[in-house]
């Protein structure tokens, strides 16, 4: 029996409904899909609130779908959390938003790749704000989750992740800054039955993930992890959410104004990838 994957179309003023049509011709057959849009017109490039209450709107209805078992995974196309404040609602993310939904307090975003995984311990957040917010992060819990979900979704056996360091050089052991050895070296000691290493040099760390001597990235922050998948493979780039009770994906890429009155310009490759990895996730699952 074929999965059933659920596709919102994101914000209906973006090229999220472009994307979606020009990837389920591409997957016909690969899946039983149900796009969860609205063919009411709205004008391509032109956000406002009635798009972000919309699309916010396309996500509730999914949530309802795979809570009647209709759908077995949630692929999302890209919003705008700007539409959708527009719009009375208060959004900072899908991730937050579904996990708020469901009732997840433990959950992870994963951006990852067809060379790279990363784990993002701090998310959509200012620099600035980084060392104090990190001081907040469960180290233990994340590594624990991300090592369970790598063998439940990517049925690695015996995960190894690194951890990047939070200045340069891993703050050569203190020299250029304290937050790895106040705030990560004492839990990495910690975690003696998970393979983990590190703090290292995120540039150390990264190549040698490229390397394959590491299976996943925990980053510091959200930059640390998106320059290098978009450097070396942003057309695979997908972003996976850990710990909800379903299957959710997304492409790495936002929601395109500038472009969504251009169709033939919208790359649908970051979707493509998104839907086969919800695909191939949900099957793991399945299959466990």
Do not use: W
Request: charged share 20%.
């Amino acid at each position: 029996m074929k999965l059933k994957v659920g596709i919102t179309i994101g914000d209906p003023a973006g090229i999220g409904p472009v994307i979606a049509q020009k990837a389920l011709k591409k997957l016909s057959g690969l899946a039983d899909f149900t796009v969860i849009g609205s063919a009411r017109g709205f004008c391509p490039g032109k956000m406002n609130r009635q798009t972000g209450k919309a699309s916010l709107n396309f996500l509730d209805q999914a949530l309802g779908l795979l809570a009647d078992k209709k759908i077995d995974c949630l692929v999302t196309c890209p919003v705008s959390k700007e539409a959708i404040n527009r719009s009375g609602a208060h959004f900072s993310g899908h991730t937050e938003y579904l996990a708020q939904k469901t009732n997840t307090r433990d959950y992870l975003m994963m951006l990852l790749n067809d060379s790279l995984k990363f784990i993002l311990l701090t998310r959509h957040i200012p620099l600035k704000d980084v060392p104090v917010v990190l001081r907040r992060v469960d180290l233990k819990k994340t590594a624990l989750l991300a090592d369970q979900y790598l063998k439940r979704f990517f049925n690695i056996k015996n995960p190894k992740l690194v951890i990047c360091g939070v200045n340069p050089h891993a703050s050569d052991n203190g020299l250029i800054g304290r937050e790895e050895n106040l705030l990560l070296k004492p839990v990495l000691k910690k975690l003696g039955r998970i393979k983990i290493c590190g703090p290292l040099s995120a540039d150390v760390a990264i190549a040698q993930m490229l390397d394959k001597k590491y299976d996943c990235a925990l980053a510091i922050y959200h930059d640390q992890a998106l320059i290098p998948l978009k450097l070396i493979s942003a057309q695979s780039g997908v972003n996976i959410t850990l710990g909800l009770p379903f299957v959710r994906t997304s492409p790495l890429h936002g929601t395109a104004f500038d472009i969504a009155d251009k169709p033939r310009l919208a790359d649908p490759s970051s979707l493509i990838a998104a839907i086969k990895l919800a695909i191939k996730c949900a099957s793991n699952l399945k299959n466990a």
